[in-house]
């Protein structure tokens, strides 16, 4: 039998952290939330993970972010978190965001992926049996599902909630014309939709073309990932590509290519960040935080020098008009 954990919160971890109100809703969010999509999985390093939880609730990061798919393989990051969760969060449960979704391909045949109240259901049903969990805080639609009603995937999403699976429901990948449609549905069935996940960076700004507009008229709130473009916004690249990083390992979301064709943006936005006594990744956060219509940034980490270095992030969020001019000018 593993040796139960003598894990005490540090007394000061909400003080460490500031918080932002989800929308119109009554629910705050840390500024930075911690995702599971990267170094919780079934062949990752379980101590690790451990620490990395650890790491960030101790610095006021009460949101975990995860999905059915997560690993590899999938299911093993909630199967992982369940673990530390019982180990080391038992006493602190009420005062953790945990969030799921489903959307993406996760077992065989036709009720294994996409938006379908069949599959959803058993999704986050399975969620909670790998999690150890009566509920999560909130569940999203991982992706749109074309093929599928909209009025079914939003009903499905509704009956979670109404059945206590879910307190609150999201979106995530969205775009607006789609975004605009689940809101009204999830509203008119009573249910409002709380948040929206889409991927965002100075590099990637797609949200900008009229999502964040709806969601500031909508009272939706907005929590992004990739703050960091798969750590291109990092000074990682600065003096060349390491050995073990992402890009040379030619991971499906980024490669030696993409880096080197951004090395010049790259290295011009590192001086701003210089400029601003911030490193490259801390102003990333930081110009994505400028934004109040913004909740929450969903940060990755394998180390928690990593988490320590986005938490202070939070600490220079307001940038000059010049300084916008010029990064913008770059991205």
């Not at 489903?102 to 996409?114: L, Q, S, T, V």
């Not at 000059?320 to 001019?325: F, H, M, P, T, W």
């Amino acid at each position: 039998m593993s040796k139960k954990s003598n894990y005490i919160a540090d007394e000061n971890r909400y003080e460490k952290m500031n918080y932002r109100r989800t929308g119109n809703s009554g629910l705050l969010l840390p500024e930075l939330s911690l995702g599971l999509w990267h170094n919780f999985g079934g062949s990752d390093n379980f101590k690790n993970a451990r620490n990395l939880l650890k790491c960030a609730f101790d610095n006021g990061i009460t949101h975990f972010d995860l999905a059915n798919n997560y690993g590899p393989p999938p299911g093993s990051a909630e199967r992982n978190f369940g673990k530390i969760l019982k180990k080391d969060f038992k006493n602190y449960r009420d005062e953790l965001i945990i969030s799921s979704k489903a959307g993406y391909g996760m077992w065989p045949g036709p009720y294994g992926d996409n938006g379908s109240k069949k599959f959803l259901m058993a999704s986050l049903d399975q969620s909670l049996q790998r999690m150890e969990l009566d509920y999560v805080d909130i569940f999203y639609h991982h992706r749109p599902d074309y093929n599928t009603p909209l009025e079914e995937t939003m009903g499905a999403l509704d009956l979670m909630v109404r059945q206590g699976k879910a307190l609150y429901v999201g979106i995530s990948n969205y775009q607006p014309k789609e975004a605009k449609r689940a809101f009204k549905i999830l509203k008119d069935l009573g249910t409002p939709c709380l948040i929206h996940q889409p991927n965002y960076n100075l590099f990637d700004r797609w949200i900008e073309n009229g999502l964040l507009d709806l969601l500031g008229d909508s009272g939706v709130g907005a929590i992004c990932f990739s703050p960091l473009a798969q750590g291109m916004l990092t000074d990682k690249y600065i003096n060349g590509l390491p050995k073990d990083s992402r890009a040379v390992k030619d991971s499906p979301f980024l490669n030696t290519e993409q880096v080197l064709e951004m090395l010049p943006k790259i290295k011009r936005l590192n001086e701003i960040a210089k400029n601003r006594n911030q490193t490259l990744a801390q102003m990333a956060i930081s110009w994505i935080l400028k934004d109040d219509r913004i909740t929450s940034v969903l940060i990755g980490a394998s180390k928690t020098e990593q988490i320590l270095d986005s938490v202070k992030a939070i600490k220079n969020t307001s940038f000059s008009e010049e300084e916008l001019a010029l990064i913008s000018d770059i991205s």
